[in-house]
């Protein structure tokens, strides 16, 4: 009977239009679904962005980013040992700074007790198996918001740069694997590279955000570390034009020639097509950050009932694999990670 074929006249037209091909037999099954998935997200692409702030037994949430929080340094080291256990390999620490610590030169970066140091220290004597990112930018520490120095309405690049290597370097003595550069100032990436390895910080490993645009996906982090009040003026004249893509490889072959070890896309979803051109185009370790704002965005929609998060983070998240990202920052690091270990 089968053999002889009953198709019915509408059939035997699909059949023939689709050739036979019909695409949904692969879709049939969950184990078909399984086997043949071309991208799956694992807890290994994960790196969690935490807020630390000073004080103690401190866990206080961030208004704009609903479940995230700034952690003192003792709830940051429990924090550390949870998303160890969970086997997430990379933390990415973000000082919220008191304004009486800010000033114009933004020189709490580079004290060797800041609280990014202090954070980092406790992290990696409690859990040294965790690796710990650090953000190299003035923007927590000066008084006027932005990542550099000012003169008038200028951010200044070269004395910016001298700046954000005494920076990464008392971030990498206090014990940081990974310094993210994200200041977008010009040259930066050879000069902490110079810095680094002159004081013997030679496996120091450095992420740079290559392609960091000029964004509004960035206001609910400017509230986390305390920044969103003190910014005069946008960040326009160092972080780029959202119109731009070709620009974005030039940024990224500079800073790979400067000797960045890995680069990184930042906002993320409106610009996975950077990441696709990022990764063909370098093939190096290449990441993306889904911001406060992205996050922010999602998590609106979910407390309002539009959308389910664990669906909506996993289908974005895999949707930044696909694109070409190696890993993720991401500030749904362990909510995803326990939901993948649970699997
Ligand atoms: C600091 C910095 C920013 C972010 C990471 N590092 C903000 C900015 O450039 O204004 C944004 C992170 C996020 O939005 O989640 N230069």
Not at 54 to 79: F, L, Q, T
Not at 276 to 281: I, M, N, P, S
Not at 289 to 316: F, H, I, K, P
């Amino acid at each position: 009977d089968r053999i002889e074929g009953k198709a019915s006249e509408l059939t035997q037209r699909i059949d023939t239009v689709t050739g036979g091909r019909r695409m949904r037999r692969l879709r049939r099954t969950d184990w078909a679904r399984r086997l043949v998935r071309e991208t799956s997200l694992s807890i290994n692409d994960l790196i969690w962005p935490i807020f630390v702030v000073d004080g103690n037994n401190i866990v206080k949430p961030v208004a704009s980013m609903p479940g995230v929080h700034r952690y003192s340094v003792d709830r940051a080291v429990d924090a550390a040992r949870e998303a160890a256990d969970l086997g997430i390999p990379v933390l990415a620490l973000f000082p919220y700074t008191d304004p009486s610590r800010r000033d114009e030169a933004g020189s709490e970066a580079y004290n060797p007790d800041n609280l990014v140091c202090r954070a980092t220290r406790a992290i990696k004597a409690a859990i040294p198996d965790i690796g710990i990112m650090c953000d190299v930018a003035l923007d927590p520490y000066t008084s006027h918001g932005h990542d550099g120095l000012m003169e008038g309405e200028t951010i200044l690049n070269d004395p910016t740069v001298e700046a954000l290597c005494r920076q990464a370097l008392v971030q990498a003595e206090a014990g940081c694997d990974i310094i993210g550069p994200s200041d977008m100032m010009d040259g930066r990436v050879s000069l902490i590279r110079e810095t680094l390895d002159g004081h013997g910080l030679r496996d120091t490993l450095i992420m740079s955000y290559a392609a960091k645009y000029a964004s509004a996906f960035y206001a609910p982090f400017r509230d986390a570390v305390g920044s969103a009040s003190m910014l005069k003026g946008d960040k326009r004249t160092y972080q780029m034009d959202y119109g731009n893509g070709d620009e974005a490889l030039r940024e990224a072959a500079q800073d790979i020639a400067e000797g960045a070890d890995m680069i990184m896309v930042k906002p993320g979803l409106p610009y996975l097509d950077i990441l696709t051109r990022l990764k063909a185009e370098f093939s190096m370790p290449t990441f993306a950050y889904q911001t406060s704002g992205e996050y922010a965005m999602m998590m609106a929609a979910v407390g309002n009932g539009w959308l389910d998060e664990e669906r909506g983070t996993m289908e974005v998240l895999t949707a930044y694999k696909r694109a070409g990202a190696d890993g993720i920052l991401t500030y749904f690091a362990p909510k995803v990670a326990a939901r993948l270990k649970a699997r």
